[in-house]
């Protein structure tokens, strides 16, 4: 599949990294999104979705040392209730990727508490995300390419 979005696009501190598709690969940095970079991150995820085509992600926010703003948590939650149907029907998992073990477990929580409507779920690294990834690819019945062991393999 020819790729809508350029390989490793690099914004804001932002990667997004469509190598592996149907799995991407997100990187935020490691200083603060400003508000201008968090519009951005919503755009090209919401091009994502619009491509229409089962996918998953690995959302990498090992390099932060602050969450996000209450006005980014607010432009997500918005995102969720305009595109959360067509999100839920193409984008079948998150891989969250968090160095900090208690903010793992907030993020499970804050999950209980208000469902996305992607399974998501959180890491300490991408040894430890890949046997879900591997299970909800299996689940979606699409096969691991080359580009996706890769990644799961830290060599991308």
Do not use: C
Not at 64 to 82: E, G, S
């Amino acid at each position: 599949m020819t790729s809508a979005v350029s390989p490793g696009v690099h914004q804001f501190g932002l990667i997004f990294d469509d190598n592996a598709w149907p799995l991407l690969y997100v990187r935020f940095p490691s200083k603060p999104l400003s508000d201008e970079g968090f519009i951005h991150f919503i755009e090209r995820y919401t091009a994502m979705v619009e491509r229409r085509v089962p996918f998953a992600t690995i959302l990498d926010s090992r390099g932060l040392t602050t969450a996000i703003t209450a006005n980014q948590r607010k432009q997500l939650t918005d995102w969720f209730d305009v595109m959360g149907d067509l999100a839920s029907e193409y984008h079948f998992g998150i891989a969250t990727l968090i160095s900090n073990a208690l903010i793992r477990g907030a993020l499970k929580a804050v999950t209980w508490i208000k469902p996305v409507p992607v399974p998501i779920a959180a890491f300490g690294s991408i040894a430890d995300a890949a046997p879900w990834l591997r299970e909800i690819f299996a689940a979606q019945e699409i096969p691991l390419t080359p580009s996706i062991e890769a990644l799961l393999a830290g060599r991308s």
